[in-house]
């Protein structure tokens, strides 16, 4: 069945979107402004430089560096240990050269142990005057690493701005890379005290250039010419990061016309709903802003016997660009059409899209597979390196547990153990034995049979872990499971978790979860407020599916910034849903943020 689709909400509810947009954006704070003028004048990198040289110095020892350096690839901190312990004695000091390497790897064995802070101090060392370039750039590129996994952001990407001033040119696109993507993960308080305090123009200039990006409308690029203008020796000025490049160069107002494919009638039309929400309360609040002037179709996939149906009907009507659509079976169906007019912002994920005609299928979705991958970051990133895992038996279970191994696993960390369940009636079950009760109490019986009296006994967990992650499908489970934890000796071990945990409505039932660590979507620590008073003003009950009405946001968000998505690895958007980054299947990632449960509440941390 064919049918007409609407161009614009139902009135009443655009009327209280625009109202409620406009008002709540005269409330919002006045942008910062640019405090370039009062920076000191200060030499900028040029560029074409050829950078250090980066051979280290010769050394008597270089077996034993090499060795150990190969022991650290492996992650074998005590044979890289043994093979330093080797080197000099005490009637002939080492060199400040093999002094200085031998410093470095021993900070490298520290964070391999997961003794952060120590190691974070044996590279900070290793900026004094004097220090071997070569040694000094390897530590610079250790402590930026260590420093964007420990949650320091901005360290991060000052540290990379250094390195990138002597570089060598292959190692600079991935240096401007990582300095974009740590901007983006800062705040814009963040981004404007570290703009007041510095007095270095490169450094400054990157910082300016994130707080741009992020404020300007994707069709006023204004801002952004002149900020080049002023930085033309700027290192980011010739080839702008993070898909800027490709927006300043893409022609004004290239979208006339957005198609939504999206289900509002059947089984999965209150998702579809709260999809459209999200995307509409952004919509409106362009359109109040100046921007926003394209037509928008919103056509009920459930009124078409097909995606592709719709899809060719989007076409029809002049669409271009076609948003959605929701399901994984139906972006599946379109991943397998011979010809792509149009470009498709699909919102879920297919297992296989295979070449097609024309323009892409970009697949943005809320996947948990995205948020495994992050909690092992942060809780590697906090010194955790041995873990044990407590999921639910079957399919979901097992992919969140691919997901997590995967990543813990390249970043150096190990699993002591993985225990499932598959019920509430296997929670204590479960727990106990990834602690190792289980083995604590088989010693206490053998010890009572042998000595053939009673003893008194206290069970002890094991003590090879120092991180748990909770992979719970939804909040009842975790709620049960954290308590046991702490009954059973482990309430000091930090537990990290999934957003799945968490409904996304307060609950004071959540106070059994308190101190669990989880990630979670900016929208719902605070992040578009604005936007989500006016989806609640709407009256269409769709809050209730928050996280959903954060994926129409970013829907927006992409469509606006389509054009900067051709810039691939280098993509890095500030989203409702995660920062945002593409690979090369055109497949959207999201980096969710860190938060905590104090008492029932969540907070970001």
Known sequence: MRQTPSWYPPLPQAIALIALSVGLLGCSSTPQEST???????QVTPQGQAGIDLQLPASEYSAQFSSAEQALE????MSASVTLDTLGDTQQPLSMNDASYSNYLRARIAYVRGQQSLALRGLAMLEAPGTNPALQYRARDLHR??????????????????????????????????????????????????????????????????????????DNTTDLTTWRNNNYQHPAATDMPGGLQFLME??????QKIALLLPLSARLGPAGKAVLDGYMASYYAARSDGGARHEVAILDLDRYPSAAAAYQDALARGANLVVGPLSKEAVAELATLAERPVPILALNRAEQVLPATGSPLVQMSLAPEDEATRIAELA???????ALIIRPAGPWGSKMEQALRQRWAALGGSIASSETYNGRDEYSSGVKAGLGINNSERRARNIRDMLATNTEFSARRRQDVDAIFLLSSNGPQARSIKPLLAFHYAGALPIY???????????????????????????LLGASSGLRVAIAAGGTDSDNYTRLNALGADAYLLQSRFMQLQAGPDVALRGNTGLLSIDAQSRLHRELSLATFDGSELRAQ
């Open 250 to 255: 893409s022609p004004p107002a290239q979208m």
């Open 145 to 218: 690493e260590a420093l964007a996994l420990g949650g320091s952001s901005l360290e991060s990407a000052r540290l990379a701005d250094l390195m990138l001033r002597d570089a060598p040119a292959d190692h600079s696109a991935a240096l401007r890379r990582d300095i974009w993507t740590n901007l983006q993960r800062a705040d814009n308080a963040q981004l404007q005290q570290a703009m007041n305090a510095t007095t270095d123009l490169q450094w400054h200039g990157w910082l300016e250039l994130a707080s741009i990006a992020r404020s300007s409308a994707a």
């Open 74 to 77: 492996r992650f074998d901190w």
């Open 380 to 386: 590697f990133g906090r010194g955790a390196r041995r």
């Open 36 to 42: 370039s003028q009062q920076v000191p004048e200060q």
């Open 497 to 523: 978790a999934t957003s799945s945990i968490y409904s996304g409505l307060p609950d004071p039932r959540d106070k059994d979860l308190s101190g669990i660590n989880l990630v979670e979507t900016p929208w």
